[in-house]
């Protein structure tokens, strides 16, 4: 470009196209209403206001925008901000020397255009002949146009709505979808705890835990097992498979097909454990807006503790929390029912234990939309003598905008269940009932029959903003057994134990309630859940009460947690308050503040506690450049017990997540150390992560080592080129997008960002292409010693498009040899180009990753 020069149109456009970074999904061009958005028209630039020889140049290639060079470019498609693939799209000239990509019918098809509606060009009339002249966009569609983005490699399509086939919001083909590849993975968890109490009967406390999630991915087909490993000093270790089962997606059954070990979903039947066969309709494929819960476990820790869940007798996670309020809201999904026994065992040994009720909302579906459930297999409960067969079936169907029907039925070695039941909508919320009738044979020819009804009810009160997100009210006859129920009593009487006392459940109440009061007065929550038995007298009671707010900095919050067992009188209340808040700069290295007070009231018998509890205050905040690493610092008082002093580090590396802690007072002290992560292997090799995932991408990177990938904290290339991407939402489009920010100096990302759609559980790859060489920065003249014309194509030795030529004659270009030949063009004529030859000094500094050169073009 010459020194100096100015580029202005002498034609303004009268209705500019967006920006290309813009969302065009914002833009799209409405059929009807709204203001009208037109394709850009064409400018005409005058050279004669450049100075020098830019007025020379030919600036023709810019009367449309972004010049583009004929012939083919495989480029991400958007069709009015949304992502349709990727494909390979031709690039034509037409008549007037517009060159844009040609879409074709079967292609405009396959990007949701509603093809019955487009206008043919004049000439040829028919399909075929307007394909074949390839007509640009506009011509086929009133106010339509495409804009070339070259820097992301990607064709953003605008077309109004009008022409466009229906589809619901976040609606992505299934053809879109990806199985991903062949590859496999060990997600892991593992800790150790090695504790000691002093005292009158001093005594050493060694454990450890590691959780495994394997996977294997091989031709669309899923095989999974989870499994855990625990090891207590004087107990010795304990294998516990959960499950093992192969699964596939069926995108035709909208559905996903299980074989082997695993559970039902628990929808409308209790979740049982099974070995067989299950095929399930899957939500997660349809659109957003056409989908119709696993719970969060919320407690107190007074010290450095191990918190144990644990769902139908069997173990479904551990780990070590920090003194003070703790929340775990990333339990791995085993089924829908099932009430969560939480046991938090404390560092001096002490263990409380409390339930976490688990029960579904209304069955509430779109009015056409279906939900179904088979199952075939055998009973899987390793607790059990005898473990009979099983065949389940559910169906849940829409009706109309007010009423969802849905059945079921159970069969089993003697027993057997029907469901039946309705959901319904109404202006005070949404309503369910239904009725379950069983009948239960057991050895001795005993037969009971009965019934059990639930009705369920969840509403969102707009004027007060009172979301009521459960309440459920279940009862159930003295003759009714549930699947689970039946076998454990059926199993009792084989070891000739007396099934009376067998603990079945006459009622329970259920209750999750979220109210703000106001933009700076909080909000209050309510959880709780009441239940009475056949078995015994009295009731079980447990609820939350709880109210959050913030002022300023400050975040508070004050909540009650209640227990009560009816049968033997014990009432446990405990009373908390608790604050936070920031201290610094959060910009920087981020470090909080943090306090709690504890209360109680606790009965039992006639023993009777009441007044302080223990208390807490600790110190928190982040380091390293990725705030990679999180530290903490915590010092505990408690009425039953001495202070004590808890340290905690967690580290985020590259390849795994690293963790410890260190607690002491005068009565103990304990010892936590763990780690998780990913093991990926692939046809690259293996590749470790920090974070464990199911639905993965991996991403392949050659030579950008150190590269961001922006979808996870921290987050990099690896010295191999690969990174493995987690959490990613299935049947989603999923934008994988990564900054080139600590990569080498001599790669560049040929385009920063793609999209993936992957099937659940499949391991997507995603290439990401790079050029390695030198960056150049080359100040080039003309034999004369002028400076060349502004804007002159550049090209390589295979004559493509490589760059222009900038302001005062400048160029860049990445090379990988140190010597070559470009071409520079600025017309037709022969006098209007030329041949530049470069090499690069054996001895050249680097200034801001260029390499900076000085040479003629002949």
């Known amino acids: 470009m010459a020194a100096g020069g100015v580029l202005l149109a002498t034609q303004a456009i009268a209705a500019p196209a967006p920006e290309p970074s813009a969302n065009l999904g914002e833009q799209a061009l409405l059929s009807m209403g709204g203001p009208k958005l037109s394709p850009p028209e064409q400018a005409q630039f005058d050279s004669n206001f450049l100075s020098g020889s830019g007025q020379k140049v030919d600036l023709s290639a810019f009367s449309n925008g972004n010049p583009i060079v004929a012939g083919t470019y495989r480029l991400d498609v958007y069709v009015n901000g949304t992502w349709k693939g990727r494909r390979d799209l031709p690039f034509r000239g037409n008549g007037k020397g517009d060159v844009d990509a040609c879409l074709d019918l079967q292609t405009l098809e396959a990007l949701g255009v509603d093809t019955e509606q487009l206008q043919m060009p004049a000439e040829g009339g028919s399909a075929m002949a307007a394909d074949a002249a390839c007509p640009q966009l506009g011509e086929r569609i009133p106010n339509a146009f495409g804009i070339y983005d070259s820097g992301n490699l990607r064709y953003d399509v605008s077309i109004p709505q009008a022409y466009l086939r229906r589809e619901a919001r976040g609606y992505v083909n299934p053809s879109l979808w990806d199985r991903g590849v062949t590859a496999g993975y060990i997600g892991y968890t593992f800790n150790v705890v090695d504790g000691e109490t002093r005292g009158a009967f ?304 006459r009622s329970q109440f259920q209750l999750t309630l979220n109210q703000p009061l106001g933009k700076r007065a909080g909000s209050l929550y309510v959880t709780g859940s009441v239940s009475d038995f056949y078995s015994r007298t009295g009731t079980s009671t447990q609820y939350q009460m709880g109210y959050n707010n913030a002022w300023r900095a400050l975040n508070f919050g004050v909540s009650a947690v209640r227990t009560e067992e009816g049968f033997s009188g014990a009432r446990d209340t405990q009373y908390l308050l608790s604050m936070s808040m920031p201290l610094g700069q959060r910009s920087r290295r981020p470090v909080s503040l943090s306090a709690d007070l504890s209360m109680r009231d606790n009965s039992a018998g006639t023993a009777h506690t009441r007044g302080y509890d223990s208390s807490r205050i600790g110190i928190a905040g982040s380091a390293g450049s990725d705030y990679n690493i999180n530290y903490g610092l915590t010092l505990t008082d408690s009425r039953t017990g001495p202070g004590s002093a808890v340290a905690s580090v967690n580290y985020r590396g590259q390849y795994a997540t690293l963790d410890g802690s260190y607690g002491y007072s005068n009565e103990f002290r304990q010892l936590s150390l763990g780690a998780s992560g990913n093991v990926v292997v692939h046809a690259g090799g293996v590749t470790l992560a920090p974070y464990r995932g199911d639905t993965m991408v991996l991403v392949h990177a050659p030579g950008a080592r150190g590269a961001h990938v922006l979808n996870a904290p921290g987050l990099r290339v690896d010295k191999r080129g690969y990174a493995v991407v987690p959490y990613v939402s299935p049947y989603r489009l999923n934008a994988i997008t990564l900054d080139p920010a600590g990569m080498a100096r001599d790669v560049d990302l040929e385009s920063s960002s793609q999209s993936v759609a992957p099937y659940a559980g499949a391991i997507s790859l995603m290439r990401f292409k790079t050029r390695s060489g030198r960056a150049l920065l080359i100040s080039v003249r003309a034999a004369s010693g002028q400076a060349l014309p502004l804007g002159a194509s550049v090209k390589d030795a295979q004559g493509q498009l490589v760059g222009l030529v900038g302001q005062g004659g400048r160029l860049y270009v990445r090379s990988e040899n140190d010597s070559g030949r470009l071409q520079i063009e600025w017309g037709e004529q022969e006098s209007q180009r030329c041949v530049l030859d470069y090499q690069v000094p054996a001895a050249t500094g680097e200034q801001q990753g260029f390499i900076k050169l000085d040479s003629i073009c002949r």
């Open 202 to 505: 001093d005594s050493r406390n060694r454990s450890a835990y590691l959780g495994m999630n394997m996977g294997l991915n091989l031709g669309g087909w899923q095989l999974r097992q989870d499994s855990n490993l625990t090891w207590s000093e004087g107990r010795g270790s304990r294998w516990q498979r959960i499950s093992t089962y192969a699964q596939r997606g069926i995108g035709g059954l909208r559905g996903m097909l299980t074989v082997g070990e695993s559970y039902t979903s628990g929808e409308l039947f209790d979740s049982v454990s099974y070995r067989g066969i299950n095929l399930t309709s899957d939500d997660r494929m349809l659109p957003d807006s056409l989908r119709g819960y696993a719970p969060v476990v919320r407690g107190i820790a007074e010290t450095n503790a191990r918190v144990e869940i644990h769902q139908n007798q069997q173990l479904i996670h551990s780990t070590t929390v920090s003194p003070g309020a703790f929340v775990i809201d990333d339990l791995y999904p085993t089924g829908y029912g099932g009430d969560l026994d939480v046991r938090v065992i404390e560092a001096d040994g002490r263990t409380r234990s409390f339930k976490v009720p688990f029960g579904t909302v209304a069955q509430m579906l779109r009015p056409g939309m279906s939900r179904y459930a088979v199952t075939l297999g055998q009973v899987r409960n390793d607790s059990l003598l005898d473990e009979p067969w099983l065949a389940q079936a559910t169906y849940q169907r829409g009706i109309g905008n007010r009423l969802t029907l849905y059945s079921g039925g159970v069969l089993s070695e003697n027993y057997g269940a029907v469901l039946s039941g309705a959901g319904l909508a109404t202006p005070l919320g949404a309503f369910s009932l239904d009725v379950t009738y069983a009948r239960s044979q057991f050895q001795r020819g005993e037969s009971q029959r009965g019934s059990s009804s639930r009705l369920s009810y969840s509403s969102l009160f707009a004027p007060f903003g009172t979301n009521v997100t459960l309440a459920a009210y279940r009862y159930s006859t003295r003759g009714y057994y549930s699947l689970r129920d039946a076998l454990s009593t059926r199993d009792a009487i084989s070891r000739g134990f007396d099934a009376r006392p067998f603990e079945r459940q």
